[in-house]
């Protein structure tokens, strides 16, 4: 927490407490410390006073309780003004001094609280944190050490020492604390692992080994020490010994992921890959090993693998090992689709993430990538069920209203759409999804043939994204389906062939626009340059030039491009017409 100006009252109140604290310390001596005297006098306090002194703390310590801490800062000020030496104003003020780092008044007050009460086990454990937070390590230490003397019976004390040791990095003082614990409590697993970490920092590479070393000899039946050993031997140089410990482990557990994995490690470093990897699927076959290592082995996977063949083929052979193993895991599911998804395996990939949000319906994002995956593939009804699941799980996400939105879409039911899409657009962050929000209700709204509502729709997701093609080519479109404001059509539509030209739907769409306007000599130039750059296949395009044809007067031809749009796969009544009556109509 930053150092903030309390305000006036609350720097007085500070100040004066430091110049009381001053008079006591330069006036008191240790024998002085057990008597309650008033204002550094050898007076007592009468009983009144004392239960108006009471009665202040307690009040300070309510303030305290509401949060109110400035107000504490005051009234403990007054306690403490009252008598120099009351140890609980000094401690909860100096608590509250270290919590806003004003760590010298705090120093100052915990020395106050201590010194009226040395026997204090909480002033005494104030005083180290305080020293602490000031790196004064030397002054924690001799705190923590007399803690730990004098409460033995709290081994977290001595615990400490070692670690305020570390802290200032006097490794060798930490060590001899942890061994005068061993000779207590005997060996144990925190102990070495920890003597082992810093007998290597300070590069004692044997003494760390001889550490684990009695640690395996301690507990000989335990394989999780062996693995760490022959890890160490491995690293430390001893290759002859880390591969016998790796020997006697798998004798003793053949199947013990650990050792494997340590085993594919070193192999890879020796440049032995398919040895490493005969390694990596053992350990993986393990149920014993835990889903979170594999998964974070299959995320390194992930990285490497992208441009390395061999690296893909094996993680689709540790994929499989992982969903055989953990079939009812859905970290398992989500990884396979994760890898699915990036080699373009799409229905593989839908399944597998759909496996994930049935064996755990908590994680958002992998629904996020189902849904995804479903509008993707066009599966409508699957995406309509599935995000409705979603709504109800995540109901203050945007995405899910989205995708259920764009499904009823594309299944006719433009009520319900709109519907979902006001109610999801509150949820909605940021412009990219917002305008998204804006593009289906305008497109649902003119299903439903409220054509205002609809370019209303368009206009707001226009302000958002001005270039944005998608909008650009259906807004142009639809008001020239509909006649209206066939001047901004025009913009438009000439905006999205400049913005990217020889696009085929693009051009068409501009050609369209001219057709309506009745502008058919351009509107011919503009489809057939969509003709020519691939719309040649595209039964909609075709019949567009063959409307453009028949207004030019050119029938036949006319009715040669309507016929060409019906083998291209166009299919509607309307085109159906025009070719059996050979003549033109409007929709």
Aim: with cysteine; charged share 25%; hydrophobic share 40%.
């Amino acid at each position: 927490m930053m150092h903030r100006n309390f305000g006036k009252a609350s720097r007085i109140s500070t100040a004066i407490v430091l110049c009381i604290c001053t008079i006591f310390f330069a006036c008191k001596t240790p024998g002085d410390a057990t008597q309650n005297n008033n204002s550094g006098s050898n007076k007592k306090l009468t009983q009144a006073e004392q239960m108006q002194l009471t009665a202040l703390f307690i009040d300070a310590n309510r303030e305290i309780a509401l949060g109110n801490n400035d107000k504490a800062l005051g009234l403990l000020a007054q306690c403490i003004k009252r008598d120099v030496q009351y140890g609980p104003a000094m401690y909860e003020m100096a608590r509250l001094l270290q919590e806003r780092k004003q760590f010298n008044d705090a120093l100052v007050l915990a020395l106050g609280a201590v010194k009226s009460d040395p026997n204090n086990e909480w002033y005494q454990l104030l005083l180290a944190g305080i020293y602490i937070e000031r790196q004064e390590y030397s002054e924690a230490a001799k705190v923590m050490k007399m803690l730990s003397e004098h409460f033995s019976n709290k081994p977290d004390y001595i615990f400490n020492l070692a670690d305020i040791y570390i802290m200032d990095g006097k490794f060798n003082d930490a060590i001899k604390v942890y061994d005068q614990i061993e000779e207590t409590h005997g060996v144990s697993e925190d102990i070495s692992l920890q003597k082992e970490k810093l007998y290597l920092q300070m590069n004692k590479v044997n003494k760390a080994v001889e550490e684990i070393e009695k640690l395996v000899q301690e507990f000989p039946e335990e394989v999780k020490y062996m693995v760490i050993l022959a890890d160490l031997y491995l690293t430390t140089g001893n290759e002859f010994k880390g591969l016998a410990m790796y020997d006697r482990i798998l004798t003793i557990s053949p199947e013990n992921p650990y050792a494997h994995l340590s085993l594919a490690d070193y192999y890879k470093m020796q440049n032995k890959e398919d040895k490493s990897f005969q390694e990596m699927q053992a350990a993986f076959s393990s149920p014993e090993m835990d889903i979170d290592t594999k998964v974070r082995i299959m995320m390194q996977y992930y990285q490497l693998s992208k441009d390395n063949p061999t690296l893909q083929q094996q993680s689709w052979v540790l994929l499989k090992i992982i969903t055989e193993v953990h079939p009812n895991e859905a970290k398992a599911w989500s990884i396979y689709g994760d890898f699915l998804y990036r080699d373009k395996q799409m229905e593989k990939a839908a399944v597998a993430f759909r496996n994930a949000t049935q064996l755990d319906d908590t994680r958002y994002a992998v629904w996020e990538q189902l849904l995804y995956l479903d509008s993707g593939l066009e599966h409508y009804d699957t995406l309509l069920m599935e995000s409705t699941t979603a709504m109800e799980l995540f109901p203050e996400q945007g995405e899910p209203y989205l995708y259920h939105g764009f499904a009823a879409i594309r299944l006719k039911d433009y009520a319900t759409a709109i519907k979902t899409l006001k109610a999801g657009l509150s949820f909605a962050t940021g412009n990219p999804l917002i305008l998204k929000f804006y593009a289906n209700l305008a497109e649902a709204s003119y299903m439903l043939k409220d054509y205002d509502m609809a370019f209303d729709y368009y206009e707001r997701a226009l302000k958002i994204e001005p270039d944005n093609l998608y909008i650009l080519n259906n807004y142009s479109y639809f008001l020239a389906q509909q006649k209206r404001n066939l001047g901004r059509a025009e913009e438009l539509a000439h905006k999205l062939t400049k913005l990217e030209p020889n696009n085929e739907v693009y051009e068409d769409t501009y050609g369209w626009v001219c057709f309506i306007q009745e502008h058919y000599a351009l509107a011919k130039t503009m489809i057939g340059q969509a003709l020519s750059h691939g719309g040649d296949a595209n039964p909609s395009i075709l019949e567009h030039y063959g409307d453009v044809l028949f207004k030019l007067g050119e029938k036949d031809a006319a009715l040669e491009y309507w016929n060409k749009a019906v083998n291209a796969g166009g299919k509607s009544e309307l085109l159906l017409k025009k070719i059996k009556e050979k003549n033109w109509y409007n929709e």
